[in-house]
């Protein structure tokens, strides 16, 4: 249910939760949100961050401990900061068809997908998750530092609809269970529901520990897992309970920080760093999220322009061959020196131990194995632009970024 986004934010060390940053002093910043799970984690000694306007685990130990645990058995996510939009009507298929990239009328109770709101110049406005509840009922899971402009934008576009969007954020958890042990984990405590025959991007409503929970097989790391959305006010019954199977399994609660390393090594986009509304689905390598048979949508004649006249820049993964990190913002070279791009998210992949990244180039430096630097400090570090996810997924459906099927929400 995660999508690209995650790490919206920059992360920063953290504030007290009474005083965020940002604001001046005739304009003081808003009080930062609590997930249901906050407190808990404060009792537990997690690092807390702000973070997309919500205050949020950084780590309980070390970040690489919690990456590894996700890939080698099994981790708990709090991802209760993830905005959890519901649209229903008798129009609702068809008014979100005009809105997302997808072909949302033809999905099937019980399905999830990828897809993005775009701005009629293709900009990127948001990409989400849309779950299909029932015939008339759809669930949108949208980045947390997108939701308000996302509830916005929905509001006015449904202006004169019989369609109703209500943002049910505060009402309800969301917990991501991800690893190789996950379904092992939850497969026990799971009532009403099959883990074994429940799809890639598909769901089920079902009960863990008598709570009701809407249990989807999605996620943001890679790796096989369950995303769990709950009622606030089971969501710390519900954590410490996984948590406790977690740790028998031989894994562990992990916070944001291995959550954006794991997205970053299975090649997951990250809104707010390799995507938003300067860049198009065609430039950040989303196309397969972008349906041009299924009718009109906001931003397709935009969209449809570019194909047809090809891009410009392009979204890269590349690789360097020295340790050195590659932050955002750092220029990216060709093989002459001269700058062709720059970083969007990179980090030492905790299981390639070698330098990753994303980023955009022109063009002609988007080809796989085409020589690439990063300008480390004033240095050129070489690599080479990769092709294909950095590490291989294991999701049930092989491919793919971020999120989805083949190819990811």
Not at 128 to 134: A, D, S, T
Not at 382 to 405: D, I, M, N, Y
Request: overall charge negative; charged content about 20%; some cysteine.
């Amino acid at each position: 249910m995660e999508h690209a986004s995650g790490m919206e934010e920059t992360m920063h060390s953290p504030p007290p939760p009474s005083a965020p940053p940002g604001g001046d002093a005739d304009q003081p910043a808003r009080p930062l949100h609590r997930t249901p799970l906050a407190s808990l984690h404060e009792r537990s000694g997690a690092r807390m961050v702000a973070f997309a306007g919500w205050w949020m685990p950084l780590s309980y130990a070390s970040i690489v401990q919690e990456h590894l645990a996700v890939r080698q058995a099994v981790g708990l996510f709090d991802v209760s900061h993830m905005g959890r939009l519901w649209v229903r009507g008798p129009e609702a298929a068809r008014d979100l068809d005009r809105l997302l990239t997808i072909p949302v009328a033809a999905m099937a109770p019980g399905q999830a997908r990828y897809g993005l709101l775009c701005l009629p110049s293709g900009g990127i406005l948001d990409d989400l998750v849309v779950l299909r509840l029932g015939p008339e009922e759809f669930l949108l899971v949208v980045n947390a530092a997108c939701r308000e402009k996302d509830l916005a934008w929905l509001e006015q576009h449904l202006a004169g609809s019989s369609t109703v969007v209500e943002d049910r954020t505060m009402a309800s958890g969301l917990l991501a269970l991800q690893g190789p042990r996950a379904e092992e984990v939850l497969a026990d405590l799971a009532q009403e529901v099959d883990l074994a025959r429940l799809g890639f991007y598909r769901f089920a409503q079902g009960r863990i520990a008598g709570r009701p929970v809407l249990i989807s097989r999605t996620g943001y790391t890679g790796e096989d897992g369950f995303e769990l959305l709950c009622e606030a006010e089971a969501a710390c019954e519900l954590w410490e309970l996984l948590a406790e199977r977690a740790c028998g399994a031989g894994g562990s609660p992990a916070g944001l920080g291995a959550r954006d390393t794991l997205r970053l090594e299975a090649r997951y986009l990250l809104y707010g760093q390799d995507m938003d509304e300067t860049t198009t689905p065609l430039e950040a390598g989303l196309d397969w999220a972008v349906d041009f048979g299924k009718g009109d949508f906001v931003g397709r004649f935009a969209l449809a322009q570019q194909r047809e006249q090809g891009v410009l820049r392009q979204l890269v993964g590349f690789a360097l061959q020295e340790r050195a990190v590659p932050r955002h913002g750092y220029p990216l070279l060709d093989d002459s020196g001269q700058r062709v791009g720059e970083v969007t998210s990179g980090t030492l992949s905790p299981v390639l131990q070698q330098p990753i990244g994303l980023g955009y180039v022109v063009a002609p430096c988007a080809r796989p194995q085409t020589p690439l630097a990063v300008e480390v400090r004033g240095r050129p570090v070489p690599g080479r632009v990769v092709e294909g996810p950095f590490v291989p997924l294991r999701t049930r459906a092989r491919g793919g970024s971020r999120k989805g099927p083949a190819a990811p929400r």
